[in-house]
């Protein structure tokens, strides 16, 4: 499948502390597993051998997200905590095979603009690398030329003959960008899936942490599946944990020029901590404590509508469980160069490991919505 097992190894951790350049190896391994939307099976082995030292007693739901439970040190019956971070990403879709082309759809919302050009890998029979083209600007007609791209005039060409294309490839074979992580200067990492693989990395930082300091509560961290697509993973995964509290940690949009600056937070400026309808206020203000104690820098996101994350499908399970958001600011969102600071995935760890040391026996008890 080309993905390699993840470098976290304890000659990486310094004093049971991942230091950068374990971090940096940690986030570039999750970048590498392929894992579209319900597609997620590769990236889980990965999510679980990183998360195994940490919390070893894994299960995987029916609709395949890994939960990795690290028990608390409060008395039986305690209650917990569940953290989730998505592992699906964006992609494409075969919709039709000719010759040695495919046209595509896509998985999760993709700009066709940002596509021709790209690089890609068809996950067929076996991996069968792939350009998105589109027709030369010169062969157009002259009311064409600058038009906009569209998915539907968009194509994979495989470079492949027909006969070979169509042993290796099917209808509903997926593609992803084979955009290879990049190192940018400033401890910044550009590369696919960061959405939200930088949120999965930021719940091994965490674990990590906690693994190193007592907490009363159980902490379940969740790798869930198909959140670009449906929020299926999540859902699926509080119905049957059925947790106290529930933080999604996903990516949020990171600030750039010409971009409206009350709607994106700056790279390196740490995390944000949302707050709207998807957010139970006295978990906001819980998180907001916790970040103030430790001297953490955040930014408060407003989220006025629906938050976009796994947050809601948390939120709404059951009866309702307290649930908040954590983002990290990420650049060029749904694309092959999504780009994030290390120090926010390392800092939205930390803050928490910091909240969730501080949780009692009692928070539960003094928790209202008003
Ligand atoms: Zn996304």
New binding site residues.
């Given amino acids: 499948m080309g993905f390699r097992l993840p470098t976290l190894l304890p000659s990486a951790i310094i004093n049971g502390i991942m230091n950068d350049k374990a971090l940096s190896e940690h986030v570039k391994d999750l970048l590498r597993a392929p894992g579209l939307s319900a597609f997620e099976a590769s990236v889980r082995e990965v999510v679980a051998a990183a998360w195994r030292p940490y919390a070893p007693q894994q299960t995987v739901s029916r609709l395949g997200s890994l939960h990795a439970l690290q028990s608390g040190t409060g008395r039986s019956n305690r209650p917990k905590i569940l953290l989730a971070a998505h592992m699906d990403?964006?992609g494409l879709m075969v919709t039709q095979v000719e010759g040695g082309f495919c046209r595509i759809t896509e998985i999760?919302?993709l700009d066709a603009r940002i596509l021709p050009g790209q690089a890609v890998v068809i996950h067929g029979r076996e991996d069968v690398p792939a350009a998105v083209v589109l027709p030369p600007a010169a062969l157009l007609p002259p009311d064409r030329k600058n038009e906009i791209p569209r998915l539907r005039d968009l194509w994979l060409d495989t470079g492949l003959p027909e006969t070979e294309a169509a042993r290796l490839i099917r209808t509903g074979d997926t593609a992803s960008f084979s955009q290879a992580p990049l190192d940018l200067a400033g401890g910044r990492i550009a590369g696919r899936s960061l959405?939200?693989r930088a949120g999965v990395a930021a719940l091994t930082v965490c674990l990590e942490e906690l693994a190193a300091r007592p907490h009363r509560w159980d902490v379940i961290a969740a790798a869930t599946v198909q959140?670009?697509e449906t929020l299926g993973g999540a859902a699926t995964s509080s119905f049957a944990l059925h947790p106290d509290l529930a933080i999604a940690v996903?990516?949020t949009f990171g600030a750039a020029p010409g971009l409206p600056e009350h709607k994106t937070f700056p790279l390196g400026g740490g995390p944000t901590i949302g707050l709207g309808p998807n957010v139970h206020p006295g978990v906001h203000r819980w998180m907001i404590r916790a970040a103030a104690k430790a001297g953490i820098k955040y930014a408060l996101e407003v989220m006025p509508a629906h938050s976009g994350t796994d947050a809601f499908a948390m939120q709404v399970t059951a009866e309702g469980i307290p649930t908040g958001v954590i983002g990290i600011p990420l650049r060029s969102?749904?694309t092959a160069v999504e780009i994030v600071a290390l120090s926010d995935i390392k800092a939205a760890g930390h803050l928490l490991a910091e909240g969730i040391g501080a949780l009692d026996d009692g928070f539960l008890s003094k928790l209202r919505w008003e």
Avoid: A, P, Q, T
């Fill in positions: 990403m964006v999760g919302g959405d939200d959140e670009e996903d990516v969102m749904h």
